[in-house]
């Protein structure tokens, strides 16, 4: 049968038609709508093929390679970033863990998606070189040693003056590009102690910080601290094993102490010229951003170790510095008596005969350790050195090689040089302040934690008490605590500064206080705030910290912090506490439960405060208490300040055989009585 080509042609205002395929040119007279269709075009498939991948080892990078079938490029990128990282083809392995690399392929216009492939493989720990920490090239100016012998520069002490700081508040800003902390200024301390924090890169550029947020507070007449972790070190701030190893600490046997995931650091080391000059540098950054001052945190963090055992800090730097402080410290030893008393011999190394500049600086210490078998427990009472080593947390005072040089060699070449860098550049003095009790600093910043050695003789506070049933045990006072606190500043810093303390987080003591009801929260405050100042210590109320706890303002909290900014602000009232000297006689209470402190302030007048430790559940007042105190001279007035009174006022008193006695009408958490 022949083929028939049929065409019909109607020729009308809108269709055309055509055997075998119908097209409809839409009109109203034609189709009356439309009828235009279009195909979904069919993709093809594409399968990726991504082979399996070796173990691979902290601190290096890794090429990856994976093919689509289309020929189009695999993306890849990384699941389990704590481990490793991807940028583009290159995967970074930044800690020991498993590694979970996901290979994709989008498609095109022609290609669908393929189905993902991900290969995991094993991260084992860098393998660090077994020196770390490259030292000193020679012992500190005049060959250092103990304490006397440690030449202090006069100009590592601040001049800039702390009158008028009262009020503290705690807020630390988790983003340094952040707009800043709004509580700041709503509260309006007089200072915020710790107000940025550099962690890991995040703070190591002057482009990741908004120093608009200081220069607000200086608006507002607040005094701004920036500030950096001082030991906590993590490998990518160093990315090259060589550059790492030059500036981390380490244990006996070695080897760099790594923290578990998820934060999976190190300790940098402080007797490190390098790793002292690189937090140097931050603190540069932010003084060239106009921050007023620097904290310092977990200075001696070095020497912790990983279970808080004190085996760390036996890097080469340290290790060269303790053979100079031994030698300077035991001049005269023979080499006999080195190894009776000591048991160094000369495998050991120490070499004390060198000149001043180098003796002792090759002391295998690492190897002492090793033939005594003591690298595990390096402080162990069997080794003969290590009541010379010492403990981390003493004073620079004791003779130990840690605390002297931790304080006066390392702490102070920081201090002096970030000093003298605001000094030169920019004409001014700048405070530096550091978590704990520590010398040179402008004011002490102490945080409140668990396991501390805070309380009196150096013994161990709860700062946040609690009853059985989980409330606030408001019977307990802090004053001892407080009052040890500064005198043990005064030891250490040779002279007096001003101390605050904070609320240090995240901690057991943190986690308490946040589990208290509202009013007990406001009443930890009511009651412990005015308890340190009258011990001469100020107490940060706390705003914000940077791990979720909740803030102030969420807790209700920021409406009496305002109010009780206000009242110690307060020229009359911050006048109470500004250089008050303790004073030994006692104040005589006639109601129990009631923490007393008598302080005399530098224009003669004497205050006894009195703190209502009557407490369950909230306070219990008390009424027409009978109070007695010591005073040199018969006073013209007392005055009875209290920021529970609606405004301060003169109280009736009699004089007689140097003692004041007075009638407190009502006590409910505080009373300062001053006798002018």
């Known amino acids: 049968m022949p083929r028939i080509n049929l065409s019909l042609m109607f020729f009308g205002p809108s269709t055309q038609v055509r055997f075998g395929r119908l097209i409809c040119a839409l009109s109203l007279a034609g189709c009356g709508g439309s009828t235009q269709q279009s195909k979904t075009p069919v993709l093809l498939s594409q399968t990726i093929t991504f082979g399996a991948i070796a173990s691979q080892t902290a601190g290096s990078t890794l090429a990856l390679k994976a ?30 863990g498993t590694c979970t690399i996901q290979a994709t392929q989008a498609g095109n216009g022609t290609y669908a998606a393929a189905a993902a492939v991900s290969q995991s493989f094993a991260v084992s720990a860098e393998s660090f070189q077994s020196v770390c920490a490259t030292p000193a090239p020679s012992n500190p100016s005049a060959g250092a040693g103990t304490y006397q012998q440690i030449s202090i520069d006069p100009a590592v002490y601040g001049t800039g003056p702390t009158t008028g700081w009262t009020v503290f508040g705690f807020s630390q800003e988790g983003d340094l590009l952040g707009p800043g902390d709004p509580q700041v200024f709503q509260m309006a301390p007089n200072v915020v102690p710790r107000a940025w924090a550099r962690w890991d890169t995040d703070g190591v550029l002057a482009s990741q ?16 601290i920036g500030g950096t972790t001082a030991t906590v070190l993590f490998a990518d701030e160093f990315p090259t094993a ?27 080391s402080m007797a490190s010229p390098a790793y002292r000059q690189y937090i140097i540098g931050i603190g540069e950054i932010q003084i060239d951003g106009g921050v007023d001052g620097v904290f310092f945190d977990e200075v001696s963090g070095s020497y912790q170790g990983l279970t808080y055992n004190n085996n760390e800090g036996f890097d080469d730097a340290d290790v060269a510095d303790f053979g100079g402080f031994l030698c300077a410290k035991y001049p005269n030893l023979t080499a006999a008596q080195w190894q009776s008393q000591f048991g160094v011999t000369a495998a050991d190394n120490l070499n004390c005969p060198a000149s001043a500049a180098l003796r002792g600086r090759t002391f295998d210490y690492r190897g002492y350790l090793a033939r005594g078998g003591w690298q595990t427990n390096p402080l162990t009472s069997s080794n003969p050195l290590a009541a ?28 002096l040089t970030l000093r003298n860098y605001a000094r030169q550049k920019y004409g001014k003095e700048i405070y530096i302040t550091s978590n704990g009790t520590y010398p040179f600093v402008d004011f002490q910043a102490i945080g409140l934690y668990d396991y501390n050695d805070n309380g009196p003789g150096g013994s161990n506070q709860d700062f946040c008490p609690l009853t059985g049933s989980g409330d606030l045990d408001g019977t307990q006072s802090l004053m001892p605590a407080f009052l040890y606190m500064r005198q043990h500043s005064a030891i250490v810093a040779g002279r007096s500064v001003l101390v605050s303390v904070f609320m240090d987080w995240p901690t057991g003591n943190m986690s308490r206080y946040l589990s208290l009801p509202a009013s007990e929260q406001q009443d930890y ?16 109320m706390h705003l914000m910290d940077t791990v979720g706890d909740p803030t102030a303002t969420q807790l209700g909290l920021m409406p009496f912090f305002e109010q009780t900014a206000a009242f110690y602000k307060m020229p009359a009232h911050a006048a109470l506490y500004e250089s008050a000297q303790n004073l030994t006689g006692s104040v005589t209470v006639s109601v129990p439960n009631v923490a007393t402190n ?32 010591p005073v040199a001279n018969a006073p013209t007035t007392v005055t009875l300040v209290s920021p529970d009174a609606s405004g301060d006022t003169s109280i009736p008193f009699t004089y007689a055989n140097g003692q004041v006695k007075v009638t407190v009408p009502q006590l409910v958490a505080y009373v300062a009585l001053v006798a002018q």
């Not at 380490?250 to 190190?266: D, K, S």
């Not at 302080?599 to 208490?625: C, E």
Request: glycine letters at 10%; proline letters at 4%; charged letters at 10%.
């Open 67 to 96: 093919s689509a079938s289309s020929g189009l490029p695999a993306s890849f990128a990384s699941t389990t970033t704590a481990v490793c990282t991807v940028s583009g083809s290159t995967a970074t392995l930044i800690a020991a």
């Open 209 to 224: 910080y908004n120093f608009g947020y200081p220069a607000q507070a200086e608006a507002a007449g607040i005094v701004f």
């Open 242 to 268: 060589a550059q790492f190893n030059a500036v981390v600490s380490c244990n006996a046997q070695g080897q760099p102490v790594q923290r578990a995931l998820p934060l999976n650091f190190f300790r940098g």
């Open 388 to 415: 010379e080593w010492g403990v981390m947390g003493g004073d620079p005072q004791d003779g130990t090689f840690t605390n002297t040089y931790l304080n006066l060699v390392y702490w102070q070449d920081i201090v």
């Open 525 to 540: 405050w009511r009651m412990y705030v005015p308890e340190a100042y009258a011990a001469g210590v100020h107490f940060a």
């Open 598 to 629: 008598l302080t005399q302030l530098g224009d003669g007048r004497t205050v006894a405060h009195l703190i209502n430790h009557n407490y369950s559940k909230g306070f219990q007042t008390r009424t027409g208490v009978l109070v007695t105190f």
